[in-house]
């Protein structure tokens, strides 16, 4: 195998102000399907092509936002490695069992970023019981649904000491920078696209005075028709549209942002370039940022730099 | 021969109030179906920053000086308990029940 170590972002927990509206966006707008209900009523869901017992899950709370972004690794024996690296890197760190709050789920490692972002680590996931099919597979199994995502991409985070949780990202976790763009002045970055594999994106992380903020999580659809689908589906529920449909400058990706009912802002993903480590790093003067983000109007609107959950 | 509409299958009778911005003095009309963010951003008021438009970002914050409304579920990071008090709100998550008078907050 030759990705090793973390292989994908592929569990968040986002927090919703009213879970009857939440759930009726992420399962028959987006597209997911729900998976179950925990004890204390949080919601999980999954979209049709991934494994995992579940990627998604919503927690009723008087805040939008997130509480975690969860990464899948290869092996029980590597989150023994990351808990010895990322303390030696000077990060806090602690396990949480295996079945404590996430059913299906081994054992975690939850790392405190110094964004204010909390990141969890684990090996083992049961598999879900609708998941792309093994034996002479059809392309699904239940016809996909809504958007049709059909999996858990990215996130875009905001907070603090971004340059130190840019290290961590590829001192321990070794992911790679696939593009950054660089701060008005000095060396600095304003934002850095990670990713663990050769998908586009894993998170980018934007330098922001608030922690733990999410700008936006995204969901991948299939290409460029599913993105027009996305968008009359869009307008069809009146869900709040952000910008988009688009192109991003940065990665290529296909794209629309809108705003779920608790105003967490969601993309749909399609496209961009396959990434390879040999890649040298893309980069993106401040000044040009409009056009990184939104390829065709090239112009950064206000909301972009300001509004999170 | 013409199409006849079935009783029930017209838009449902929703009331309509008079919003009135304290300073600059301005005024405009919102359902009492739709938000009073949604009413400013469909009669063009760039007064209030336009965010999520579902209450949880904050960019959207006022306060409401007089009037009955229906608040929608709101994010408390932007508007405590203390604040609900005393009239502060977003925008986005206000439907009104009556006339109403508002202030607005230093756009930040
Ligand atoms: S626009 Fe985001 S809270 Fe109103
Ligand atoms: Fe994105």
Redesign the interface.
């Known amino acids: 195998m030759a990705i090793t170590g973390v292989l994908r972002s592929a569990l968040m927990q986002l927090r919703v102000l009213d879970m009857d509206a939440a759930v009726n966006h992420y399962v028959n707008v987006l597209g997911l399907d729900e998976v179950g209900k925990t004890e204390d009523g949080r919601v999980m869901l999954k979209a049709y092509d991934e494994f995992e017992h579940h990627t998604f899950v919503l927690r009723l709370a008087e805040t939008a936002g997130m509480d975690f972004i969860g990464f899948k690794v290869d092996s029980d024996a590597y989150l023994d490695q990351l808990a010895a690296e990322t303390q030696a890197f000077g990060l806090p760190c602690e396990w949480l069992a295996a079945e404590t709050d996430q059913p299906g789920f081994g054992r975690r490692l939850v790392v405190q970023m110094p964004t204010g972002h909390r990141f969890d680590f684990f090996a083992d996931v049961a598999m879900a019981e609708d998941r792309p099919m093994l034996k002479n597979p059809d392309i699904w199994q239940k016809e996909p649904h809504g958007m049709r995502a059909q999996c858990f991409d990215h996130a875009l985070l905001y907070g603090p000491n971004s340059a130190e949780a840019v290290r961590y990202c590829t001192e321990v976790l070794k992911m790679a920078v696939v593009e950054e763009l660089l701060a008005p002045e000095g060396d600095g970055k304003v934002c850095t696209w990670l990713t663990s594999s050769n998908r586009m994106h894993d998170i980018a992380i934007l330098e922001y005075d608030q922690p733990g903020k999410l700008h936006h999580v995204g969901f991948k659809l299939e290409d460029w028709s599913a993105i027009g689908n996305a968008a009359d589906l869009i307008t069809i529920n009146n869900v709040s549209l952000d910008a988009g449909p688009m192109r991003h400058g940065v990665t290529r990706g296909l794209t629309i942002y809108f705003f779920d009912p608790s105003g967490n802002r969601n993309e749909t993903y399609a496209g961009g370039y396959a990434h390879f480590p040999d890649m040298p790093v893309r980069q993106w003067d401040f000044d040009q940022a409009g056009k990184g983000i939104f390829y065709y109007t090239r112009e950064l609107n206000e909301r972009f730099l300001s509004v999170v959950s | 021969m013409s199409f006849v509409q079935q009783p029930g299958m017209s838009d449902t009778a929703s009331l309509i109030y008079t919003i009135t911005i304290e300073e600059p003095l301005t005024t405009f009309t919102c359902k009492s179906d739709q938000t009073l963010l949604a009413a400013m951003e469909r009669a063009g008021h760039r007064l209030v920053?336009?965010?999520?438009?579902?209450?949880?970002?904050g960019?959207c914050k006022v306060q409401i000086v007089s009037g009955d409304t229906h608040r929608l579920?709101?994010?408390?990071?932007h508007v405590s308990v203390e604040e609900e008090k005393n009239g502060f709100a977003l925008a986005c998550c206000i439907e009104p029940r009556s006339d109403l008078t508002l202030k607005l907050l230093e756009k930040g």
């Open positions: 920053h336009i965010g999520c438009r579902r209450g949880g970002c960019v579920a709101m994010s408390r990071a």
